[in-house]
C-alpha cells in the first residue's frame, strides 16, 4: 500500500484566495483524521471522521475552514478565505480503529503571503 | 482537561549515549499512552504505545513504561544513533474514542 497520500506537498498562495488540500487515506482504514501543525502549537487536531462522517470538528479554527469526506477514499480541507495565519503544516492520517495506530501523510507545506 | 506535557528540546546527544525524553500526563481515568516518531519532511509514525498501567512499550531499542502513580510516560533508549535524530511526540487516547491527544513534541538530535 502507498500509505496516506497527501496533495499537494506545497502550497503558497495569497491572503484572500481559497485553499484546498486533498487526502488519499489508506484502503480499508474507516477513521480520517485532520492535523494543523506549528512552531507556536505544536499538533492540533482539526476534525475527525469515522465511515466518512465528521464526528468532532472542535478543533476548526473559525468558520473560514470546512472539511468533508464524500467518500472511504478522498477527504478535502478547505481555507476560504486564507490568511497569513493559516501558515502551517496540514497532515491527514488515517486509521484501521480510532486512535489506537495512526498512519500520516507527508502533509502539505501551506504558505500564505 | 487532558493535555500531554513534553520537556522542551532540542536535546542534543552523541552517538551512544543514553535517552531520556520526559512525558506526563494530566487526565482523569486511564488513558493509552503513546511516542510518535516524526524524521525530517515526513509525517508521524507510531513508536510504541502502552495501553494500561505498569505495561512496557518497546521498539526499535526505545523504551516507556506507564506509570499511574506519577501519571508519566518517559521515552528512554539505552545507546542512540544519528538515525534517531527526529522529533518524538508523546500523545494520549481514551479507549472507545478515535481522539489522540499530542505534546508539543521533542527534537532529538544526535552527533556522531
Known amino acids: 500500500d502507498a500509505g496516506v497520500i497527501q496533495s499537494p506537498r506545497h502550497e503558497v498562495t495569497e491572503m484572500g484566495q481559497e485553499v484546498t488540500l486533498r487526502c488519499k487515506p489508506i484502503s480499508g482504514h474507516n477513521s480520517l483524521f485532520w492535523y494543523r501543525q506549528t512552531m507556536m502549537r505544536g499538533l492540533e487536531l482539526l476534525i475527525y471522521?469515522?465511515?466518512?462522517?465528521?464526528?468532532?470538528d472542535s478543533g476548526m479554527p473559525e468558520d473560514r475552514f470546512s472539511a468533508k469526506m464524500p467518500n472511504a477514499s478522498f477527504s478535502t480541507l478547505k481555507i476560504q478565505p486564507s490568511e497569513p495565519r493559516d501558515s502551517a503544516v496540514y497532515f491527514c492520517?488515517?486509521?484501521?480503529?480510532?486512535?489506537?495506530?495512526?498512519?500520516f501523510g507527508s502533509g502539505t507545506q501551506l504558505s500564505v503571503l | 482537561g487532558n493535555s500531554v506535557t513534553q520537556m522542551e528540546g532540542p536535546v542534543t546527544l552523541s552517538e551512544e549515549a543514553f535517552l531520556t525524553i520526559n512525558c506526563t500526563y494530566t487526565a482523569t481515568g486511564y488513558p493509552s499512552l503513546f511516542w510518535y516518531v516524526q524524521y525530517p519532511g515526513e509525517g508521524l509514525q507510531l513508536l510504541l504505545k502502552a495501553t494500561k498501567a505498569d505495561d512496557k512499550g518497546s521498539n526499535k531499542g526505545f523504551e516507556a513504561t506507564y506509570r499511574k502513580e506519577t501519571t508519566s510516560f518517559h521515552l528512554e533508549k539505552g545507546s542512540v544513533q544519528v538515525s534517531d535524530s527526529a522529533v518524538y511526540f508523546c500523545a494520549l487516547a481514551w479507549r472507545n474514542t478515535d481522539k489522540l491527544i499530542f505534546g508539543t513534541g521533542t527534537r532529538l538530535q544526535v552527533f556522531p
Open positions: 492520517a488515517s486509521s484501521l480503529r480510532g486512535a489506537e495506530k495512526l498512519f
Open positions: 471522521f469515522n465511515n466518512n462522517v465528521p464526528i468532532d
